[in-house]
């Protein structure tokens, strides 16, 4: 999707979702260019030597200020001739990003393209990668387009002979009227989970975050954060400053993640409501560690009997993960394989007060589990601690996922939850302590940490219907059942 254009501070008050290991980064400028002649050299690294036709990948954020003409984003390969070559632009012929390959100087060109028109004064997120005769595009994080072609083959220019020009095709030809920001090149393939990572908000591409794992392997990165003059700093560490020509000029306008809101809630009655979300247990039977996350707001704290806000289960038999509010108020948590309970734990005080909403991470680490409240590990007790290793992975006859009841044994109801839910989600990373504080304090919101499940209880549904979407990866959608109802009453 495209992204809002504002300063970005992660980690203050100004952005809602982020991760403590980005805390002291900051984005404040991009580059502006004026589409007559400005351009940015890079020519000090030289990428027929540094990369030539081995892998690499590269991603940037680009807005478009006008779109009546060519806009080139950058040239690397040959200066002395239009060959040997990767070029990406806008082109007007065709309304698209393009990405063109071109290996010697015979033949002629490979393109991949993104069949949708950008918007002007808008922000996106453009990545590619290669290796070999193969090649990649990637907008806003999800690939585009793909192919392979012996022109994806370039060695980028030739010994003594490479330009490496960005913002421009070579020297301020045919240049780009708008801005960049976070212009970084890897000498390694980025995945499709890194690229959907970065393409979340601009983030310190220096260390490694969630699903993005290739920070050793950055070659150059101009975060365009100098702000005055003409330089441009490599951040990498590795030298390769670029000069800004022809006066393109920072600005302030700079890519920032989409506003996080949210407006509804799940709310149960403890009869016989319940949301199935079955097909979530395929999606993640093979997990050894990982994170559930959610909000639960319950209408009595110490109730009369035991209320689960969700379970993972075997429809059919005695095997299941399920937490539940006991009688004295405590949360309890149960992972049991064939009739055997291999670890129970129950916090060791009651965190839950009658209609108010409370924050929930369940974090399996590969050794044991781990527990929090509000954004803070929780005193746990456990009861049984046959193996506390034990996971998704062992529940090999799980079949069933439901929200707001336990379901398991002879296909029967247990333990139906008597008030609201919300932002439940599941994430194959074993949540630091700094990640799941990060994730309170932004209000639920698991988008940056790919979820694999992720119920947001109507705020993609438009609080009506009987569906709730999974905004995970695993598109496994939740069906309300019996007449659970939508609630404007959310966490704060």
């Not at 799940?266 to 909000?295: H, P």
């Amino acid at each position: 999707m495209p992204y809002l254009g504002n300063s970005l501070s992660v980690g203050s008050s100004a952005v809602t979702a982020s991760a403590s290991a980005l805390a002291s980064f900051t984005n404040t400028y991009s580059v502006d260019f004026d589409g007559v002649d400005d351009y940015i050299n890079a020519d000090a690294l030289d990428l027929n030597s540094e990369i030539g036709t081995g892998d690499v990948s590269i991603a940037f954020w680009v807005k478009f200020d006008d779109l009546t003409g060519d806009n080139y984003i950058f040239y690397f390969g040959k200066d002395s001739g239009n060959f040997d070559y990767i070029f990406s632009r806008y082109a007007n012929s065709s309304s698209k990003i393009e990405l063109v390959f071109r290996e010697g100087g015979g033949g002629g060109t490979f393109t991949l393209d993104w069949d949708t028109t950008p918007s002007i004064d808008t922000w996106y997120h453009v990545g590619f990668s290669r290796t070999g005769s193969t090649a990649k595009l990637y907008i806003d994080g999800a690939m585009v387009d793909s192919g392979t072609n012996a022109e994806i083959a370039s060695p980028l220019g030739a010994v003594g002979d490479t330009t490496t020009t960005i913002g421009a095709f070579r020297t301020g030809i045919v240049p780009l009227n708008g801005h960049l920001d976070e212009f970084t090149i890897w000498n390694s393939i980025l995945t499709d989970a890194e690229f959907a990572e970065i393409a979340a908000e601009p983030i310190d591409l220096s260390a490694n975050f969630g699903d993005y794992v290739s920070s050793a392997n950055v070659l150059a990165n101009w975060r365009c954060e100098d702000g005055s003059g003409t330089n441009l700093e490599d951040s990498s560490g590795n030298g390769y400053d670029a000069t800004l020509t022809n006066g393109p000029t920072f600005s302030t306008d700079v890519p920032a993640a989409a506003p996080y809101t949210n407006t509804y809630s799940v709310d149960f009655d403890g009869t016989d409501d319940y949301a199935a979300a079955d097909g979530f247990v395929s999606s993640t039977s093979s997990e050894t560690s990982g994170s559930f996350v959610w909000y639960m707001n319950p209408d009595d704290a110490t109730p009369g009997g035991s209320k689960s806000p969700w379970s993972y289960a075997d429809d059919n038999g005695n095997e299941v993960l399920f937490p539940y509010i006991s009688t004295a108020g405590k949360l309890i948590i149960i992972l049991r394989v064939a009739g055997t309970n291999q670890w129970v734990f129950e916090t060791d005080s009651a965190p839950f007060s009658d209609e108010t909403w409370t924050h929930c991470a369940l974090v399996h680490n590969g050794t044991e589990p781990v527990f929090y409240i509000n954004g803070s590990a929780v005193a746990i007790t456990f009861t049984t601690s046959t193996d506390k290793t034990a996971w998704l992975a062992d529940l090999t006859a799980a079949d069933v996922f439901r929200i707001g009841v336990l379901r398991f044994f002879n296909s029967t109801d247990y333990n139906q939850f008597s008030g609201k839910i919300d932002e439940l989600g599941y994430t194959s990373t074993a949540l630091s302590s700094g990640q799941v504080s990060d994730i309170y304090a932004a209000g639920g919101d698991l988008t940056n940490y790919s979820p694999i499940g992720y119920w947001r209880m109507g705020d993609n549904d438009g609080g009506t219907g009987t569906t709730i979407t999974d905004q995970g990866s695993g598109g496994n959608d939740a069906t309300l059942t019996n007449g659970p109802t939508f609630s404007t009453d959310v966490p704060t």
